[in-house]
């Protein structure tokens, strides 16, 4: 009930109003049953934009640090993650990965839309890395169609690090449905699941006209020795 109060009547009308989403192929998002939406990561505001133009609720998953913090900024974080439907998971352990997926798979597995990032992390330059076989793993177990998500300008309307978002038209593109149901005996072949998250890689490219890494985002974040 928040999330459609949030979305419909408090924060979703006045966000169409100064963002004005232009997006192009929402039709080819299933009206009813099991739907991942694969996104590109380029911000922040990319789980506000997504489910703002969907028609039915999306489910993302955030780590928990988003609900805990303390002060104004605190709450407000809380108040709109809860409201935009997303569920906290615990990163801090080796498990959290695994986490979040079971948390996704449940929401699949209730007729209702997920959605997730492929590769893992933002991207730090723009570009889109190499994604991560979870999503496939997700496919592959919930029976979902993969619909994907290319967002092609929030790090120009939100650039890492910035708090204030710029006032500027959002541009989405979806691309159609992929079906990997003729893969549902082949669960758990990692072979597998690196061809269909490929697949899904490659489109979210061709949708989002950036430059593909063949590298994963998060090597390039992580600390030199």
Known sequence: MFYWLLKLVVLGPLLRLVFRPEVKGLKNVPRSGPVILACNHLSFSDSIFTPLIMKRKVTFVAKAEYFTGKGIKGWF??????????????????????????????????????????????????????????????????GAVVVPVALLNTDEIQP????????????????????????????????????????IMYELMTLSGREYVDVYASTLKAPTA
Request: no cysteine; hydrophobic share 35%.
């Open 77 to 142: 974080s809380r108040m709109f993650f809860t409201g935009a439907g997303t569920i906290p998971v615990d990163r801090s352990g080796g498990e959290a990965a695994q986490a979040a997926l079971n948390t996704l798979l449940r929401v699949l597995r209730e007729g209702n839309v997920a959605g997730i990032y492929p590769e893992g992390t933002r991207s730090p330059d723009g570009r889109l890395y190499r994604g991560k076989t979870g999503v496939a793993r997700l496919a592959l177990e919930s």
């Open 160 to 199: 890492t690090g910035t708090l204030v978002p710029a006032v500027k038209r959002v541009r989405i593109r979806i691309g159609a449905p992929l079906d990997f149901s003729r893969y549902a005996d082949q669960r758990g072949d990692r072979f597998v699941e690196r061809a269909i998250t490929d697949e």
